[in-house]
T-cell receptor
Framework: GDSVTQMEGPVTLSEEAFLTINCTYTATGYPSLFWYVQYPGEGLQLLLKATKADDKGSNKGFEATYRKETTSFHLEKGSVQVSDSAVYFCALTLGSNYKLTFGKGTLLTVNP | DTGVSQNPRHKITKRGQNVTFRCDPISEHNRLYWYRQTLGQGPEFLTYFQNEAQLEKSRLLSDRFSAERPKGSFSTLEIQRTEQGDSAMYLC??????????FGPGTRLTVT
C-alpha cells in the first residue's frame, strides 16, 4: 500500500539554523504531497503542498520540491525561529477519495 | 468561516461505555474525514463522507465504530463498548472542491 517515511526526530536546532526534514514516499501512482504542522496544543495545519513532479510548495519560509525520481518531498527552511517548534507531518493523497496517508511526524525544537 | 470544530475536546470514559463525538466541518465543504492519531504516530484514516454518503471505511474501523453524516453537514463518530486500545486523538477534517483538508482540533479520548 501507499506509505510515507519521515526522518525520525526529535530534531533540535538553534535559532537561525538551516532545517531539513526528509520525507520519502511509496505510491502506486502519482500522488499529491503535503506537509502539515502541529503546534503545541493545536490542530493540524496545512503548511504547503505540491501536486505534480518538480512542483515546489512554499509557505512561511518553508519549501519542499516534489522529486519523482527519488520519490521524495524534503522540507527545508533557511533560518528557523523559536516559533517554528512543532511536529511536522509529511503526507500524500492518491486517487479521487483524497484520503491522507501520513508519516509518523518529526518533532522540531528550536532553541533561542 | 470559523473552521472545523469538534466536540467534546476531551472525553474520559470507563471501559465498556459508549461514546459519541461530533464534528462540524467548514460550511459548504462536501467531504468530511475522520482520522485517529495515537501518541508518536501520524493520523490514520478511518472513514470519509461525500455529502451524506459514507464512501470508504478503513479496516481500522471495527464493528464497534459507526459514523454518520445524516444531512451532509455535521458528522458523528460513535464507539460502542470502548476498550483501552481506543484511547487516542480523533481528528476530523473537511475539504471542498480541492484536495486540501482542513483539520479540527481533535477529540482526545481516554478509556480507563
Amino acid at each position: 500500500g501507499d506509505s510515507v517515511t519521515q526522518m525520525e526526530g526529535p530534531v533540535t536546532l538553534s535559532e537561525e539554523a538551516f532545517l531539513t526534514i526528509n520525507c520519502t514516499y511509496t505510491a502506486t501512482g502519482y500522488p499529491s504531497l503535503f506537509w502539515y504542522v502541529q503546534y503545541p496544543g493545536e490542530g493540524l495545519q496545512l503548511l504547503l503542498k505540491a501536486t505534480k513532479a518538480d512542483d515546489k510548495g512554499s509557505n512561511k519560509g518553508f519549501e519542499a520540491t516534489y522529486r519523482k525520481e527519488t520519490t521524495s518531498f524534503h522540507l527545508e527552511k533557511g533560518s528557523v525561529q523559536v516559533s517554528d517548534s512543532a511536529v511536522y507531518f509529511c503526507a500524500l493523497t492518491l486517487g479521487s477519495n483524497y484520503k491522507l496517508t501520513f508519516g509518523k511526524g518529526t518533532l522540531l525544537t528550536v532553541n533561542p | 468561516d470559523t473552521g472545523v470544530s469538534q466536540n467534546p475536546r476531551h472525553k474520559i470514559t470507563k471501559r465498556g461505555q459508549n461514546v459519541t463525538f461530533r464534528c462540524d466541518p467548514i460550511s459548504e465543504h462536501n467531504r468530511l474525514y475522520w482520522y485517529r492519531q495515537t501518541l508518536g504516530q501520524g493520523p490514520e484514516f478511518l472513514t470519509y463522507f461525500q455529502n451524506e454518503a459514507q464512501l470508504e471505511k478503513s479496516r481500522l474501523l471495527s464493528d464497534r465504530f459507526s459514523a454518520e453524516r445524516p444531512k451532509g453537514s455535521f458528522s458523528t463518530l460513535e464507539i460502542q463498548r470502548t476498550e483501552q486500545g481506543d484511547s487516542a486523538m480523533y481528528l476530523c477534517a473537511s475539504t471542498g472542491s480541492g484536495n486540501e483538508q482542513y483539520f479540527g482540533p481533535g477529540t482526545r479520548l481516554t478509556v480507563t
